[in-house]
C-alpha cells in the first residue's frame, strides 16, 4: 500500500515567479525521462519480479520516484503561482495578459491557458505523458540495462535544467533529483553484476561462429579501430565476399509451398508481369515542356511532338 507524507523528499525554495522555467522543468514531470516514467517503469518491474532482493529495490526506489514527481511538481506549481492567480482574477488587462502569454520570458500559453498553471502531465514542448515511454521487457538483465540508461538520461536533462536557471532554490532542488538519478544507477548496476552469469541476456547462447565477429561493413575513408573491433576482442571481417551468405549458402531465399500455393503464385506472377519491349505513354510526358516554356493552348494535345522534344534533348 501507499501512504503520504506532506514533507517532501527535499525543500522547495523558488525566489520568484517564472512561468517560463516552469514549463522546461514540466520535462522531468511528464516527459519521457521524468520522474513518472520512472516511478511506473520501477513500479511495474517490481510488481512481477521474483527475487526479493530486486523486488524491495525496485519498489524502494519506485516510491522514491513518486516521491521526487511530487517535488518537480510542487517546483511547477510554485513557479507558476503567482501568474495563475493574475490570470484567473484577470489583474493585467487583455492586451498586456495576450503579451505575457506571448512574450519571451512567460512563454505560458500551454500551462497558463491550458492547464491553469498546474503541473501538468505533459513535457516541456507540450507532448501528453505515455506509458509508451516504458521499455520493460521482463527480464532483469535487459531491464536493469534499460533502467542504468534511464537514470543516465535524466541526469542529463537535470544537468541541462540545471543550467537554464540562476534560481538558487530551484538550481538546489535539481540539484538533489539530479544526485539521486546517479544514486538509482549505482544501484541497478550493482543488482545487474550481482546476476551471474548476466550476459548474454536470456538463456539461449548466441551462435559461436557470430558471436565474437565485427563486419566493417561501412568502409572507405573513416574507417576506425578501436576496442569495439580490435583484433583481441573481435574477428574483423573486411572482405566483401565474406560479409555475404555468412552461413555458407547461397545467399538466396527460399520457401516451399505448397501445389495449390503455387499455382496462385504463378498465377498472380503472370497477371502482374512487366513487360521490358514496351515504351507506355504516360502522364508525366503529356505535360512535358521546357522549363519556364509557355505552349499556346491550341497546341497542348501534342504529347507525341512533346515527348520527341523531349528525347532530342537528351
Ligand atoms: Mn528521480
Ligand atoms: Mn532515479
Redesign the pocket.
Known amino acids: 500500500m501507499f501512504s503520504h507524507n506532506k514533507r517532501l523528499q527535499y525543500t522547495v525554495r523558488v525566489s520568484e515567479s517564472n512561468p517560463a522555467l516552469a514549463n522546461l522543468l514540466l520535462e522531468q514531470f511528464g516527459g519521457p525521462q521524468g520522474e513518472l516514467a520512472?516511478a511506473m517503469r520501477y513500479f511495474t518491474q517490481g510488481l512481477a519480479e521474483e527475487d526479493p532482493g530486486r523486488k524491495d529495490m525496485l519498489l524502494d526506489?519506485a516510491t522514491?520516484?513518486l516521491s521526487?514527481l511530487e517535488v518537480i511538481g510542487t517546483l511547477v506549481a510554485m513557479l507558476n503561482r503567482g501568474s495563475k492567480a493574475k490570470y484567473a482574477e484577470a489583474v493585467d488587462a487583455e492586451a498586456e495578459q495576450f503579451r505575457k502569454l506571448q512574450g519571451t520570458g512567460c512563454d505560458s500559453h500551454v500551462t497558463q491557458v491550458l492547464y491553469g498553471g498546474g503541473p501538468a502531465l505533459i513535457n516541456s514542448g507540450g507532448q501528453l505523458w505515455n506509458a509508451g515511454y516504458i521499455d520493460s521487457i521482463g527480464d532483469p538483465t535487459c531491464d536493469l540495462r534499460s533502467n542504468i540508461a534511464a537514470?543516465a538520461r535524466?541526469k542529463i536533462v537535470y544537468e541541462r535544467l540545471i543550467n537554464a536557471t540562476d534560481d538558487p532554490g530551484v538550481k538546489e532542488a535539481l540539484g538533489f533529483l539530479m544526485t539521486?538519478?546517479i544514486a538509482?544507477q549505482q544501484s541497478f548496476e550493482k543488482a545487474l553484476y550481482s546476476i551471474q552469469p548476466n550476459f548474454p541476456p536470456g538463456k539461449l547462447p548466441g551462435m559461436p561462429s557470430f558471436t565474437n565477429v565485427y563486419f566493417n561493413m561501412s568502409q572507405g575513408e573513416g574507417d576506425m579501430r578501436g576496442p569495439w573491433n580490435s583484433d583481441e576482442n573481435f574477428t574483423v571481417i573486411s572482405d566483401r565476399e565474406q560479409q555475404c551468405a555468412v552461413d555458407g549458402g547461397s545467399g538466396l531465399p527460399e520457401v516451399t509451398l505448397k501445389a495449390d500455393e503455387m499455382k496462385a503464385l504463378e498465377q498472380m506472377t503472370l497477371r502482374l508481369r512487366s513487360d521490358p519491349l514496351s515504351d507506355p505513354l504516360t502522364g508525366a510526358e503529356l505535360g512535358w515542356g521546357a522549363p519556364g516554356e509557355v505552349v499556346p493552348s491550341s497546341t497542348v494535345p501534342q504529347a507525341k511532338a512533346n515527348k520527341a522534344r523531349a528525347g532530342s534533348k537528351k
Open positions: 520512472a526506489i522514491e520516484e521526487h537514470e535524466a539521486r538519478e538509482h
